[in-house]
């Protein structure tokens, strides 16, 4: 890894997503009732490889606000690649619902699980 990217890059990388992360953290706080702060702090999490915080977060998006499609879309993510494929499928339908029909066009594609 060069210098540029090892020291410079990364460093300011990881100050910006550290500073990201806390403007999401200050949202819940103002907003608790908020679910999209919720999801972008998980998806800053999922990046960092914390995905059962990151699960944890959706899961509370999507209790906030059942018909919120990307965390919905997000949660079946995490659960294709858990091999929990009725969980995946419940959340790829239940996105798809509400407008965001990416993740069970994926589980389709991919031939995830059975569509029941």
Do not use: C
């Not at 800053?44 to 977060?57: A, I, K, N, Q």
């Not at 690649?81 to 969980?87: C, I, K, M, N, T």
């Amino acid at each position: 890894m060069s210098f540029w990217r090892k020291e410079v890059v990364d460093v300011a990388l990881g100050a910006e997503t550290r500073r990201q992360m806390a403007e999401q953290r200050a949202w819940i706080e103002r907003e608790p009732a908020n679910p999209r702060p919720y999801f972008h702090l998980a998806q800053f999490y999922r990046m960092e490889g914390r995905e059962d915080d990151g699960l944890g977060l959706l899961l509370e998006a999507v209790r906030l606000d059942p018909q919120f499609a990307p965390a919905h879309a997000a949660l079946a993510e995490i659960y294709a690649v858990r091999g929990d494929y009725p969980a995946a499928w419940r959340h790829a339908r239940a996105a798809e619902s509400h407008g965001d029909p990416r993740a069970a066009d994926m589980l389709r594609r991919h031939q995830v699980g059975q569509a029941s």
